[in-house]
């Protein structure tokens, strides 16, 4: 029968990552890379690789030191990445100067309409200094010669930029793209890949272009998602740092990009990248990039990642970083399957293949056609897996499949079409390299029961048509909160949209990047919170390019703060789904007020969470120590949501600073479900002048014994509301 419930989940996890997760352990066997993180750069006049080197014959002798060292980190914080046997590895981690040592393993690759949809029109108003924002995008590379990166009207790069373009395989940086650099820290780059910040894959592209890609009118995917294709802030420059490969993102690559990243200028960086399973954050590079960049007033956007919708599911969730979810915008691409019977089904896919209408192709079930010589049967075949269908039975026709895949198994043996069917990932449609659509298991029962009792079963699979639907709600795969770390900061912080988003493409590949596929596109649909991230990205740009001297912190408050409400009804997993709500760019260049913090707040939270005095110095590269009088709770982090875990009564201290009117009174309005009882003291703020701070007191009594309740938190001046959620989840949520 055609359900698709023992279907492997993995599979839709390529499927929507693109990239998966292999540990890297090339070379010598018992040896690995291993990524060792010292914290802060050391003051004064100081060859920090020579250190790294010294360092490392001190440790393991001049011969190893020397075939060890792969890469010191050296501009923007200190440490290397090395090859070390297990024992030596050990012997690093004991020594004085280090915070963490960790294998460096590969992480995963996580428009016309979205800005639109978002109420940021292109007209909105914008700001003069736009074109002096830098944003760093650390992905895949770029497609230079995409009409989103024309450079007409654009001055030279901003004087504070630091960077450099690696021009090479005819790859050259212009206006828009400032600077581009390619790290492949390991191994020899061979095809697909390209020795360049030139991308290969098409993800960098896209997300390049939908953070700060021109306006271009006419963008298009074999006429849908028409209209004109831009990024968030058009005026705004690129600095690439590639980063991912074929075969995912290292650790060690991801880490040396912020190295530079941060050293050369950039205001915002933009990562589209994360791990499969949660790591402590001085074991993340992510984390750990991001917290230096941070210290040095440069917000990192990054995407929550995309496996959902399973609870703390979420892999990149730094208090000092923004984590972005992924929402519906209100269009969805629908294919028609029509039978020889005259019945008609629509199925979710982006399929840009015209097969004649008049025609009716043989129509054959997957688990019918098994490659009994691979030693597949019925029960497996049934997936249309690759190698488990026999081409001879398969070549020319249409084939049913109990499940949704990327179709590369159909498209190998030649199948004119596919038809799949399940109930999982249902919410965002996907091209695939051959005619094909994705029915709902009931209407694929309905097809193979057509099959089952028809003498010569045949099909047709329309090509793809746009409808409008009701958004935005938090896709399935977005992954979900609680926070798996710090259970009592909220995450993800917010969403954007992050489903069947149009965006430039690299012309090295195709649409689908599958063998057989020959739709080479400027532009393309795609989903993923790698997809959302930009979009916030964008919007943080769009904020600085407002208030230039705000910090990271005063800027994801100005986001989080002015994001639109969105309710259970959309997401039954509430925030954990989509934090504070959905991005609203214009609002939250003048948010009111904000909650701001600097690097101190986050040493305090961070020694209330158990880190040591050793790895705080190293980390701050001061003399900062854990006191009673240095160490706060989660609940005192100045963040700009509220979260308890478990029943409990908790006390939240905040300061906000007003960056709205001079003179301004803001009251508090509390919303508060069953189960939560909510006090706020004082009640009122006041304001003289802007810059000033207030600080005020939450008291949250918690009795939620499974599940969430959800309240918020609104400060209203009558012309702004500061808005934060407020949730109390159970232990065993
Ligand atoms: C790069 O150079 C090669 C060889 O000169 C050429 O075939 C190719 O079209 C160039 N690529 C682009 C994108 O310009
Ligand atoms: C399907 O519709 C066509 C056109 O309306 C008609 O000619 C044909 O007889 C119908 N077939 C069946 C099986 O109803
Ligand atoms: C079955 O799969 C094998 C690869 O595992 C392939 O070589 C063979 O051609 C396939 N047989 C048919 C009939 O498709
Ligand atoms: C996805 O599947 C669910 C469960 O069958 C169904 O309720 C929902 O309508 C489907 N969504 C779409 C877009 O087809
Ligand atoms: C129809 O289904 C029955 C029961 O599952 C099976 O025995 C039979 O072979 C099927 N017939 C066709 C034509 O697929
Ligand atoms: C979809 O919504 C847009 C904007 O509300 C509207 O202009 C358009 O006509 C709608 N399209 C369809 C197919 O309903
Ligand atoms: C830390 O303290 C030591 C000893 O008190 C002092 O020599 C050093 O300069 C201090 N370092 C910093 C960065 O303040
Ligand atoms: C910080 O506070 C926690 C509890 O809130 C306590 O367990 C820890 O000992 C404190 N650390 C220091 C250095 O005061």
Partial sequence: ??????????????????????????????????????GELPRGDFSTSAHHVSLLQATLGSKRATESLLHSYKRSFNGFVAKLTEDERKRIASLEGVVSVFPSTKKQLHTTRSWDFMGFPINAQRSQTESDVIVGMLDTGIWPESQSFDDKGFGPAPTKWKGTCQSSSNFTCNNKIIGAKYYHSEGNISPPDFPSPRDSEGHGTHTSSTAAGGSVSGANMYGLAAGTARGGVPSARIAVYKICWFDGCSDADILAAFDDAIADGVDIISISVGGSFPSDYFDDPIAIGAFHAMKHGIL?????????????????????????????????????????NNASYEGVSINTFILKDTNNYPLVYGGNVPNTSAGYD?????????????????????VLCDALSDADGPAAVGATGAIMNGDIFNDSAFAFPLPASYLSSLDGARV????????????????????????????????????????????????APGVDILAAWSEATTVTGIPGDERVVPYNII?????????????????KSFNPTWS??????????????????????????????????VK??????????????????????????????????DNSTCTAANNATAYDLNYPS?????????????????????????????????????????TTLSFTSVGEKQSFVVTVKATVTSGMASGALVWDDGTYQVRSPIVAYSHSF
């Avoid at 492997?8 to 390529?14: I, N, R």
């Avoid at 409808?467 to 259970?487: E, H, L, W, Y």
């Fill in 378 to 398: 019925g029960s497996t075949s049934r997936y249309c897996e690759p190698d488990s269908l026999d081409q001879k039975l398969v070549e020319g026709t249409i």
């Fill in 1 to 38: 029968m055609a359900d698709s419930g023992t279907w492997p989940s993995w599979k839709a996890l390529l499927f929507i990552a693109l990239f998966s997760m292999v540990i890297s352990c090339r070379g010598n066997s018992d040896q690995k890379v291993y990524v060792v993180y010292m």
């Fill in 552 to 585: 990271p912190a005063a800027i994801k408050s100005a986001l989080m703060t002015t994001a639109a409400v969105m309710t259970v009804k959309a997401n039954s997993d509430g925030e954990f789904a989509y934090g504070s709500g959905h991005i609203d760019p």
């Fill in 642 to 682: 509220f979260s308890l875990s478990g029943s409990a009564t908790a006390v939240f201290h905040r300061t906000v600073t007003n960056v709205g009117s001079a003179t301004s009174t803001y009251k508090a309005a509390v919303a508060a479900p069953s189960g939560l009882s909510v006090g706020v003291q004082p």
């Fill in 300 to 340: 990192t956007s990054n995407s929550a990642g995309n496996s959902g919708p399973d609870p703390e599911s979420i892999t990149n969730f730094s208090p000092w970083s923004l984590s972005v979810a992924a929402s519906t915008i209100d269009r969805k691409f629908l294919a028609k399957v029509t039978l020889g």
């Fill in 448 to 495: 193979y029961n057509y099959i089952n009792t028809t003498s010569n079963p045949t099909a047709t699979i329309f090509k793809t048509t746009e409808f409008n639907q009701t958004a935005p709600f938090v896709v399935s795969f977005s992954s979900r909160g609680p926070n798996p770390i710090t259970k009592d900061i909220l995450k993800p912080d917010l969403t």
């Fill in 588 to 621: 939250a260049k003048s948010p009111g007020l904000v909650y701001d913090m600097g690097e101190a707040d986050y040493v305090k939270f961070l020694c209330g969470q158990g880190y040591s005095n050793k790895n705080l110095q190293l980390v701050t590269g």
């Fill in 527 to 543: 989903s993923g919170t790698s997809m959302s991230c930009p979009h916030a990205s964008a919007a943080a740009a769009y904020v």
